[in-house]
C-alpha cells in the first residue's frame, strides 16, 4: 500500500457541522465564520481574528493595511514558501531576501540586519515547519530600526514562543489552514490582530470596504476577501480537537526520530527549546535527499524535498526582489533536508516500514562511500 507523504483527516465533527450549515440554508460568510473567529482569538489570546481566503491573501492584506507598496523592502527569509515572497510583491514593494539558521531553519536575525536599507519597512520571521523564530531578537531588530513585523505563521498553529501564540507578536499575524495545516478548512487563512482599530481596517479591506454586508454604501475602496461557512464549519470541528490532533504529530515524529537516531548518515533537527513545536512534518538531514526520495518512490513512499532557495527561483529577478548577502544556509538546507510522511492516520507499521526502507537506502549508501574512502586510503599510502 502506498503511503502518502500527507493527508487530512476529517472526522464526524466536521461533516456534523457543514451539514448543521447546509441545513441553516446559509452558504456564505456568516454565523460559522464568527465562532471560527471568536474560537480562534479566544485560542490565540488575541484582540481579535479576520478570516481570509488563504495564507497567501492574509499575507498580503496584512502588508498593504499596514502602508507597504511600491518603493518599499521588506525582509524576507529565503527559506519559506513561495507565497512570503509572492505576498510582498503582489504590494508592489520588493522582498530582501535574508539567510536563516541553519539549527532551526528559522530567519537569522545576523543576516536581516545587514540586508536592511533606507527603503526597509518590514521585517517578516517565518516560523517555519513549526517552530518558533525568536522573536525576542525579531523585536528588537524591529525597534532598532523601525520597522514594521508581519509574521508568517503559516505553519504555526498551537506553536508558542515562550508562553505567547506565534502570530501575537508582530504588528499583524497570518496563519494558513491549507489542506495540509495543522488544522484545516481546506483553503483558508487569518490574520491575527492586537489592535481594535486596525482590525476594523482588515474587515474594511476584506468586505469590500465595509464594515457590514447588506448595504451599498462603500466608505473605503476594499475587496472581497471573504470566505464561506462551508469552510468555516470544517476549521471549527477541526479546532475542537486541536489538542489531540498537535499529540498526535508529536507522537508520530518522536517514533521516526528514536528509530532513525542511529541510521548511517540521517542527521536529525533539534528543537530550538523557545516553546511549544508542533511539528510541521517529521524532517530529515541526509548527504542525499533526492536519491533518496526516488528510491523510497519506487517502493511506494512518498517525500517531499525542503524549500527550494527563494533567491534561486526562476520568477524571482532583481526586477522583482533583492539579494544583498547570498543565502548559504537556505542553499545547504534545500541540498540535504527531507521530509517524511507525516498523515495523522499514520500507523506504527507504516513508521516502521519508512524507517526500514530508509536504513536499507543509506547503509547501501554509507557502505559505498566508506569502501571508496578506504580504496582511496590505500591508493595514498601506496603511492607516498
Known amino acids: 500500500m502506498r503511503i502518502e507523504e500527507y493527508t487530512p483527516e476529517l472526522q464526524k465533527a466536521e461533516v456534523f457541522k457543514v451539514l448543521e450549515t447546509l441545513q441553516d440554508n446559509w452558504l456564505t460568510e456568516g454565523k460559522k465564520t464568527q465562532e471560527l473567529e471568536a474560537t480562534l482569538a479566544e485560542y490565540f489570546n488575541c484582540e481579535r481574528v479576520v478570516m481570509l481566503p488563504n495564507g497567501t491573501l492574509a499575507l498580503f492584506a496584512a502588508l498593504k493595511v499596514l502602508g507597504i507598496g ?25 522582498p530582501v531576501f535574508v539567510d536563516v539558521d541553519e539549527y532551526d531553519f528559522n530567519i537569522s536575525v545576523e543576516s536581516a540586519e545587514g540586508s536592511i536599507s533606507s527603503r526597509t519597512k518590514a521585517v517578516m520571521p517565518v516560523h517555519v515547519y513549526g517552530q518558533s523564530c525568536d522573536m525576542l531578537s525579531v523585536a528588537k531588530l524591529a525597534q532598532r530600526y523601525g520597522l514594521l513585523i508581519v509574521e508568517d ?117 533539534i528543537d530550538n527549546g523557545f516553546g511549544n513545536v508542533v511539528p510541521f512534518r517529521a524532517n530529515i538531514l541526509v548527504d542525499d535527499p533526492e536519491g533518496l526520495s526516488a528510491y523510497l518512490r519506487e517502493r511506494d513512499i512518498a517525500t517531499r524535498r525542503f524549500f527550494y532557495p527563494l533567491h534561486l527561483q526562476p520568477s524571482l529577478t532583481p526586477e522583482n526582489c533583492v539579494v544583498r548577502s547570498k543565502p548559504i544556509i537556505s542553499i545547504r538546507l534545500f541540498e540535504s533536508g527531507l521530509m517524511l510522511p507525516s498523515g495523522l492516520n499514520l500507523t506504527e507499521h507504516q513508521i516502521s516500514r519508512v524507517c526500514r526502507t530508509i536504513e536499507e537506502f543509506q547503509t547501501t549508501v554509507h557502505d559505498t562511500v566508506a569502501a571508496a574512502t578506504e580504496r582511496r586510503e590505500v591508493y595514498d599510502e601506496s603511492t607516498s
Request: net charge positive; with cysteine; proline share 3%.
Open 153 to 269: 505563521a503559516a505553519q504555526g498553529m498551537g506553536v508558542t514562543f515562550d508562553d505567547r501564540h506565534v502570530g501575537t507578536f508582530g504588528d499583524i499575524g497570518c496563519i494558513s489552514f491549507f489542506a495540509d495545516k495543522t488544522i484545516t478548512t481546506g483553503e483558508g487563512g487569518a490574520l491575527i490582530l492586537n489592535d481594535a482599530e486596525l482590525a476594523k481596517e482588515c474587515i474594511y479591506f476584506k468586505n469590500q470596504g465595509r464594515l457590514n454586508r447588506g448595504k451599498f454604501v462603500h466608505e473605503r475602496v476594499g475587496y472581497n476577501f471573504r470566505i464561506t461557512d462551508l469552510q468555516a464549519a470544517i476549521g471549527v470541528g477541526q479546532l475542537a480537537r486541536l489538542g489531540e490532533v498537535i499529540k498526535r504529530k508529536q507522537v508520530i515524529r518522536s517514533a521516526y526520530y528514536r528509530r532513525l537516531r542511529e541510521c548511517p548518515g540521517v542527521k536529525i533537527p
Open 70 to 94: 511600491p518603493g518599499d523592502e521588506v525582509l524576507v527569509p529565503d527559506f519559506t514558501f513561495f507565497g512570503s515572497a509572492s505576498a510582498v510583491i503582489l504590494t508592489g514593494a520588493k
